[in-house]
């Protein structure tokens, strides 16, 4: 395929970079966690689900405002009538519509906000690891403890969305992802996303869509639990609910070829996807409750979440660095997880932290 073509538009004041390859009918992709249209194409597994799509359609992708090549000065804010106003802008840009638009994870509600005050410019309305609204991702505290990690401890806090995010990937898939976050990002700009992200709320919109939107989400999703899915496609008028199988919240990674197969059939594309690699996610126990944590471990992983270091925390309780070590190798073994930035993740994720 060639190589995408770059634009940049204007909404509301506000710079919006916008992308297309491929060829055919447009469609319109919304959404992913730190969009920059040059670096996720750079990104192989990426690259190749966008150039699977282009095969049959004008694949046109954008960087929400504030975000990636439409950095403008001002930050990312909770404000779906900006989100959507974006959207709207390339929709115009590139033809006016209708176009089928694939709006996944925190894109959902962008997509479903324009689609129910614009359904003259909305084809198909596929919806991805979405949500309606953004607190219920997960609780407050744990919501407050994320954006905190990812603020204060940006390192730490790239590497557990990395592991949150694409837990079936390889380590050096993990590592490049965790890379690509503080290029995209820095702390401050990618906490603002994150609580823009736990902000947005389409809920009274719902009713609003024209019916027959196809909602997708995967069993085991980490970032965004699959009951807000099915929630969503409950409220949605005459939606259909698809379960796929798989912990990856990003579609490119785990069984993509299925995934596709899916949103294949959900644009009305009769070729199936050509085979791409799969990961795996790596070996480990069965994760146990989380209760199962003994006062110790949570002591620890506390400090672990804080940036610690091992020697660190020993100093801090009195103990070994191997004892410290240990209690960490328990705490993952336990959750059945790979890493320590891992762990943080799912223990905030549960409300430990």
Request: charged share 25%; aromatic share 8%.
């Given at each position: 395929?060639?190589?995408?073509?770059?634009?940049?538009?204007?909404?509301?004041?506000?710079?919006?970079?916008?992308?297309s390859s491929g060829s055919g009918p447009p469609l319109v992709l919304s959404g992913w966690w730190m969009a920059n249209l040059e670096l996720n194409w750079r990104e192989p597994r990426f690259r190749a689900f966008v150039e699977a799509q282009g095969?049959?359609?004008?694949?046109?992708?954008?960087?929400?405002?504030?975000?990636?090549?439409?950095?403008?000065?001002?930050?990312?804010?909770?404000?779906l009538d900006v989100e959507a106003?974006?959207?709207?802008?390339?929709?115009?840009?590139?033809g006016g519509g209708p176009v089928d638009l694939f709006a996944g994870s925190s894109g959902a509600p962008v997509g479903i906000a324009y689609a129910a005050d614009h359904p003259d410019r909305v084809?198909?309305?596929?919806?991805?690891?979405?949500?309606?609204?953004?607190?219920?991702?997960?609780?407050?505290?744990?919501?407050?403890?994320?954006?905190?990690?990812?603020?204060?401890?940006?390192?730490?806090?790239?590497?557990?969305?990395?592991?949150?995010?694409m837990p079936g990937a390889s380590a050096p898939e993990r590592e490049r992802f965790v890379e690509f976050q503080r290029q995209a990002a820095g702390a401050d700009e990618a906490a603002a996303s994150l609580e823009a992200i736990y902000g947005f709320d389409v809920s009274e919109r719902l009713a609003d869509v024209r019916p027959g939107a196809i909602v997708l989400h995967r069993r085991e999703?980490?970032?965004?639990?699959?009951?807000?899915?099915?929630?969503?496609?409950?409220?949605?008028?005459?939606?259909?609910?698809?379960?796929?199988?798989?912990?990856?919240?990003?579609?490119?990674?785990?069984?993509?070829?299925?995934?596709?197969?899916?949103?294949?059939?959900?644009?009305?594309?009769?070729?199936?996807?050509?085979?791409?690699?799969?990961?795996?996610?790596a070996p480990g126990t069965t994760p146990t409750?989380?209760?199962?944590?003994?006062?110790?471990?949570?002591?620890i992983l506390t400090l672990v979440a804080t940036g610690l270091s091992d020697r660190e925390i020993a100093e801090r309780?009195?103990?070994?660095?191997?004892?410290?070590?240990?209690?960490?190798?328990?705490v993952r073994t336990k959750l059945g997880l790979p890493t320590r930035a891992a762990a943080v993740a799912a223990a905030t994720q549960r409300g430990l932290l």
């Open positions: 395929m060639e190589e995408q073509a770059i634009r940049f538009t204007i909404a509301g004041g506000r710079r919006i970079a916008w992308a095969r049959h359609r004008t694949v046109i992708r954008y960087d929400p405002p504030g975000t990636g090549l439409s950095v403008d000065g001002a930050a990312r804010v909770a404000d106003g974006a959207l709207g802008a390339v929709v115009e840009v590139a084809g198909r309305l596929v919806l991805y690891g979405g949500y309606a609204c953004g607190s219920e991702i997960a609780d407050e505290r744990s919501r407050r403890a994320i954006v905190g990690l990812v603020r204060e401890h940006w390192g730490l806090g790239s590497r557990a969305l990395a592991d949150v995010f999703d980490r970032a965004i639990p699959f009951g807000l899915g099915q929630n969503l496609a409950a409220a949605l008028p005459h939606a259909t609910f698809v379960a796929l199988d798989g912990d990856d919240h990003f579609p490119w990674f785990g069984d993509s070829d299925q995934f596709l197969a899916v949103a294949f059939e959900a644009l009305g594309i009769e070729e199936r996807p050509s085979p791409a690699p799969r990961t795996r996610p409750a989380a209760g199962d944590l003994t006062a110790r471990e949570t002591e309780l009195v103990l070994s660095p191997h004892t410290v070590h240990r209690h960490v190798a328990n």
